[in-house]
């Protein structure tokens, strides 16, 4: 044991951190190196499709789009599958593998078309991955009592990998070409090289220290249903899909602020260096809390810390979208004034998440059971990547509105979660029991 953490769940946490930081690393460099000339658009660019004329920037946003989509739509069925069968670590193996030959690929391919296919490759390596190893998450914990600690460094690791992966992609593309005894090697593909190191040392980790829990005919289920509607009768809507939605406003609000960066540096009258660091302030905050929030959520219940993250979402969110207007107001829009004011506010963004998301998972975790794991989890993780997904198309098509009709949007959808969380959830923790057993 490490840090009081099951040295199982921090090797995953270590995994799941390497196969982050490589898939981050090509969200920033898939977009260079398809608008760098090195991938053949001719006779794409400028066609229609649908009626929509393709550019090189809706292009991008296809491949980018792509991987989230398969992603997350592709979760509920291997999270059920992996339910039936029992077997989560050959899952997440599949799915790094997957990912890394997929990774591979890309310096030896020129057509869009071969750059499309290797991204859905990539997104169906982990769909693979991901319910499997929140799953296995779930059921390292040996009671209730750990699950949301467990949550909290495995969520810790994962986004340090996701948020720090963009700055060293830059970096190493940037750094480029580099010197090597087989010849010279471009910024490109030493990147696309990081993230097929980022999915061999995470399928190394796995392979060599991670087993299948032991599993008894008693923990397989044969009911791998999606519940929408509550079964006991106390509730209208099941607490998991509840938890689903929430988490899929939440994971929206999050997004909307990477499509406004011209919008933002120009109200507040910033760089993109203040830009990169309010938008990096969400990872930060959730790096620093989401430890300790997960570990006091064993002790004093789930619900108080998710109602209490979506209670601060909304303002958080709210606010960030009148900032350049209270600058101007206050001291006429030239000064520090602005941008520190987004940072403090993104910062609060994050803990707020970071209040929502360890519990809300290990609360799912609670409900689960065993059998049930990868089905119930992985509700919550496509609800995730959904939101990351839907967030920037969100935030594009509200700006039409004025610079703040995106925030009050989040806003709104925020406090619509708060009230579903506040109504239809029930806690599974107290300070002086153990939980319920698994829901049915």
Same mark, same amino acid.
């Given at each position: ?9 921090? +090797? ?6 390497? #196969? %982050? ?15 760098? @000339?090195?991938? #053949? ?11 929509? /004329? &393709? ?56 057509? $869009?078309?071969?750059? &499309? ?31 949301? @600690? ?27 070409? $580099?010197?090597?005894?087989? @010849? @010279? ?11 097929? *190191? ?48 929430? +988490? ?50 064993? /002790? $004093? ?10 209670? *601060? ?8 979208? $009148? ?6 107001? *206050? ?76 925030? +009050? ?16 959830? /029930? ?9 319920? %057993?698994?829901?049915?």
């Amino acid at each position: 044991m490490v840090l009081g953490t099951d040295n199982r769940v921090l +090797t995953l946490g270590i995994a799941r951190m390497a #196969d %982050a930081l490589g898939n981050s690393f090509l969200i920033i460099v898939l977009p260079l190196y398809i608008e760098s @000339g090195q991938i #053949d658009l001719d006779g794409i660019v400028g066609t229609q499709l649908f009626g929509v /004329e &393709l550019t090189t920037a809706l292009l991008v946003g296809l491949v980018l789009s792509l991987f989230g989509f398969l992603n997350s739509f592709g979760q509920p069925l291997t999270g059920r599958f992996s339910d039936r069968v029992g077997k989560r670590r050959a899952f997440v193996l599949f799915g790094l593998g997957l990912f890394g030959v997929a990774s591979s690929l890309y310096p030896f391919v020129e057509q $869009y078309e071969l750059v &499309l296919l290797i991204r859905a490759l990539q997104g169906l390596g982990a769909a693979f991955t991901i319910p499997a190893t929140v799953a296995l998450v779930n059921e390292f914990a040996a009671s209730n009592t750990e699950r949301g @600690g467990n949550f909290g460094v495995f969520n810790t690791f994962r986004l340090i990998g996701f948020g720090f992966g963009p700055i060293v992609a830059g970096i190493v593309v940037s750094s480029g070409p $580099y010197a090597t005894p087989w @010849g @010279g090697l471009s910024g490109f593909n030493a990147a696309f090289g990081v993230a097929v *190191l980022g999915a061999i040392v995470s399928f190394a980790l796995v392979t060599l220290l991670i087993e299948d829990p032991p599993r008894t005919e008693s923990d397989a289920s044969d009911d791998v249903s999606f519940r929408v509607f509550d079964r006991s009768g106390n509730l209208l809507f099941d607490p998991v899909f509840t938890l689903g939605v929430g +988490t899929l406003f939440m994971a929206t609000t999050i997004a909307l602020f990477a499509t406004l960066q011209q919008d933002i540096t120009r109200e507040l009258s910033e760089g993109s260096f203040l830009f990169s660091v309010q938008f990096a302030a969400v990872v930060i905050a959730n790096v620093v809390f989401q430890v300790p929030i997960g570990r006091a959520s064993d /002790e $004093y219940g789930r619900r108080p810390f998710i109602v209490a993250g979506f209670a *601060l979402l909304v303002p958080s969110v709210f606010l960030q979208g $009148y900032v350049p207007a209270i600058a101007t107001a *206050l001291t006429g829009g030239e000064t520090l004034f602005g941008p520190i004011a987004m940072l403090l506010l993104r910062l609060l963004q994050g803990v707020a998440v970071a209040l929502v998301f360890a519990p809300s998972l290990a609360l799912a975790g609670d409900l689960a059971g065993r059998g049930r794991s990868g089905t119930t989890l992985s509700v919550l993780t496509t609800a995730f990547g959904l939101g990351v997904a839907i967030g920037p198309l969100a935030a594009g098509y509200f700006v039409r509105f004025g610079f703040a009709a995106p925030f +009050t949007f989040g806003a709104a959808i925020a406090a619509v979660a708060l009230v579903l969380v506040y109504s239809q959830v /029930e806690d599974t923790i107290t300070s002086t029991a153990t939980g319920p %057993a698994p829901h049915d």
